[in-house]
């Protein structure tokens, strides 16, 4: 059974910073790209940031650019996600996924976690 487990989200004021990670176990995930939406409730799921099989290649939505730094080691199966200078529009649930491409559709990602609240207080 293939399983994406998120952590790291929390309650933080605007301004500051948190670390997500994803888990991936069941399969190697090592030649998947791997990528973090957010979805806030009332609103579409939103792209965040995606990362190639090799993280030799990243993108990030442009709300997120220069604030945000997603990584991996495909040693440990995990991906991070950086988050610094966070706003209150930030705040949503925040959600690994991982696929056979790196794109900004979500429909794209076959295999999703369960997700991780990200509450930023203004």
């Known amino acids: 059974q293939v399983l994406l487990v998120e952590s790291g989200g929390g309650l933080v004021q605007a301004g500051g910073s948190l670390r997500l990670s994803c888990a991936a176990s069941?399969?190697?995930?090592?030649?998947?790209?791997k990528a973090w939406f957010r979805q806030d409730p009332g609103k579409e799921r939103e792209f965040v940031a995606a990362?190639?099989?090799?993280?030799?290649?990243?993108h990030y939505a442009d709300s997120v650019k220069g604030r945000f730094t997603m990584s991996r080691d495909n040693a440990k199966n995990t991906v991070d996600l950086q988050m610094n200078s966070l706003k209150p529009e930030d705040t949503a649930v925040y959600y690994c996924?991982?696929?056979?491409?790196?794109?900004?559709?979500?429909?794209?990602?076959?295999?999703w976690g369960q997700g991780t609240q990200v509450t930023v207080s203004s």
């Open positions: 996924a991982a696929g056979p491409l790196m794109t900004t559709g979500w429909g794209s990602y076959e295999y």
């Open positions: 069941g399969r190697p995930f090592s030649t998947y790209a």
């Open positions: 990362i190639n099989w090799s993280g030799g290649s990243t």
